[in-house]
């Protein structure tokens, strides 16, 4: 296809534009883009606390996992919090020399930076964004990138899993994210408020809740939220299972044996009563013909995804409709950005030049 002056190729045209897809998530922050490039970094900014840790970094600030790396020697700012921008110019008092909105500001530009583009590239990113943000949400979004890219547009995380998963028809994706778990219906078109729902309760939540239990049981040990959600990373299973979950701690210097099974089984169970009430309920206000079909394609993506047990756990409590199939997806760290980059790629020229300019 000839450029509009009729000269070039098409593959000179796409090179002008770089199409990048972002999720921008609470805990980590994932891209794709249209040149290939997969990357992702943790959602954290941290500056140094005194001269010692500048001079030790040597860096004013430091994002992801170098700030990850040295958190005893920075003040840490996680520009995200349940899915929503901690700093968001239309609030009320908002103020944009405040560390949030510095800490908002570094981590896109890492991310943006992350994209490798390239003197004099268009740059066109879809963003995800969690299913019920409300429209200040998105301009935050929107404005945390402006000036980095040329057009940005803000979509349902969930609704960017199906899309890269071409599930646009009678699914629904459960995404299990830090902040947020989000669920979205698909029917065929852009899914609308009542096809969608955000839930508080997500990855975080279990950590607090398995830190909680573990503090109660370990009195003698210092744990910290970070070790509970290693250990999470590493173990976490809803339902019964045989393995033994034994961890050591130390207690007076020496390593302990814990059992922490049914403290963990728990944690991750707690989210369990809310995506099952919710996810009944985008089944069944579903339209009836079609229920069946839906039910066979309800996917999990999300870090949250990776849960032992979650899928099938989930699946015995839905079945009493009919017949149900739970899966989940290959790829939950870039499920959302590959979406992100595929929906970025077949938007139309026209559309995203009405798209608000970032
Ligand atoms: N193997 C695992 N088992 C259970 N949970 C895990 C596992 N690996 C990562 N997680 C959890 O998944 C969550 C991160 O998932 P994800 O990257 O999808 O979230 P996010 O996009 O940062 O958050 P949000 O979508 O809420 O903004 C964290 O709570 C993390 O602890
Ligand atoms: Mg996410």
């Known amino acids: 296809m000839p450029n509009s002056d009729g000269s070039g190729s098409a593959s000179s045209a796409s090179d002008e534009i770089l199409y990048i897809g972002i999720d921008l998530g609470t805990s980590q922050s994932a891209v794709a883009t249209s040149t290939g490039i997969r990357r992702t970094v943790a959602s954290v900014v941290g500056w140094p606390k005194d001269l010692i840790s500048y001079k030790m970094l040597k860096k004013k600030v430091v994002i992801g996992e170098e ?33 949030e909105a510095e800490a908002v500001r570094h981590l896109t530009s890492f991310i943006v930076e992350m994209t490798e583009p390239q003197p004099g590239q268009e740059i066109r990113a879809v963003i995800g964004a969690p299913a ?21 547009i803000v979509a349902s995380e969930p609704f960017l899993v199906a899309y890269g998963l071409e599930l646009f028809n009678n699914a629904l994706i ?11 219906r698909m029917h065929g078109t852009i899914p609308i408020d009542e096809d969608q729902r955000t839930l508080a309760k997500a990855g975080n939540y279990i950590d607090h809740r398995f830190h909680m239990l573990l503090q109660d049981r370990i009195k003698d040990s210092h744990v910290t939220l970070e070790m509970a959600r290693r250990i999470k990373e590493q173990y976490a299973f809803v339902s019964s299972q045989k393995e033994v979950i034994s961890i050591d701690f130390q207690v007076s210097g020496k390593p302990r044996s814990y059992d922490v099974t049914d403290s963990l089984r728990e944690a991750c169970e707690s989210i369990l009563p809310e995506i099952i009430t919710h996810a009944r309920e985008l089944i069944v206000t579903y339209d009836q013909e079609f229920q069946q079909e839906l039910r066979q394609n309800i996917v999990l993506a999300g870090g949250g995804s990776q849960i032992r047990g979650l899928a099938e756990e989930l699946r ?24 992100a980059l595929k929906l970025a790629q077949d938007m139309p020229t026209s559309e995203w030049e009405q798209a608000r300019e970032a």
């Not at 949400?137 to 404005?143: F, K, L």
């Not at 839905?318 to 017949?323: H, R, S, V, Y």
């Open 67 to 99: 700030c990850l790396k040295n958190r005893m020697a920075v003040d840490m700012i996680w520009p995200q919090e349940q899915g929503v921008l901690r700093y968001r110019p239309s609030d009320p008092g908002a103020d944009a020399g405040s560390r």
């Open 132 to 152: 019920r943000s409300t429209r200040e949400d998105r301009q935050a979004v929107i404005d945390s990138v402006d000036g980095l890219l040329d057009h940005a």
């Open 174 to 184: 459960i995404d299990i994210g830090a902040g947020t778990l989000d669920l979205c």
């Open 316 to 339: 015995s409590n839905l079945t009493e409709f009919g017949p149900c199939r739970v899966t989940a997806v290959d790829d939950p760290v870039y499920a959302g950005a590959i979406g």
